[in-house]
Nanobody
Framework: QVQLVESGGGLVQAGGSLRLSCAASGPTFSRYVMGWFRQAPGKEREFVAAISWRSGGSTDYEDSVKGRFTISRDNAKNTVYLQMNSLKPEDTAVYYC???????????????????WGQGTQVTVSS
């Protein structure tokens, strides 16, 4: 399994930006679809964005973040990023990066497909 460590969370005012990073261990990172999910207090974990394993490959976004968030990856650095712009108070949550159970997985947003998770990083957006 891939080991994942997120960073970059923090407190930001509405309209501001943050960039989350997720560093992955292991030589096979480039074979994995990578996803970002979030969980707000009292709510279920939800999909945010995903990127296919190919460099420059397909991406998928939850509707509420389209046009504001951008997922990208640098396979040479074993890192996936989530650039978050025009942040809103409703974006406040713990953000997790995740990788599926196996490499070369099709692009997916199903939580059940993801077997490796980071510890999460808190994002708080004040109004």
């Amino acid at each position: 399994q891939v080991q994942l460590v997120e960073s970059g969370g923090g407190l930001v005012q509405a309209g501001g930006s943050l960039r989350l990073s997720c560093a992955a261990s292991g030589p096979t990172f480039s074979r994995y679809v990578m996803g970002w999910f979030r969980q707000a207090p009292g709510k279920e974990r939800e999909f945010v964005a995903a990127i296919s394993w190919r460099s420059g490959g397909s991406t998928d976004y939850e509707d509420s973040v389209k046009g504001r968030f951008t997922i990208s990856r640098d396979n040479a650095k074993n890192t996936v990023y989530l650039q978050m712009n025009s942040l809103k108070p409703e974006d406040t949550a713990v953000y997790y990066c995740a990788a599926p159970y196996a490499g070369f997985f099709p692009l997916t947003r199903r939580i059940a497909d993801f077997g490796s998770w980071g510890q999460g990083t808190q994002v708080t957006v004040s109004s």
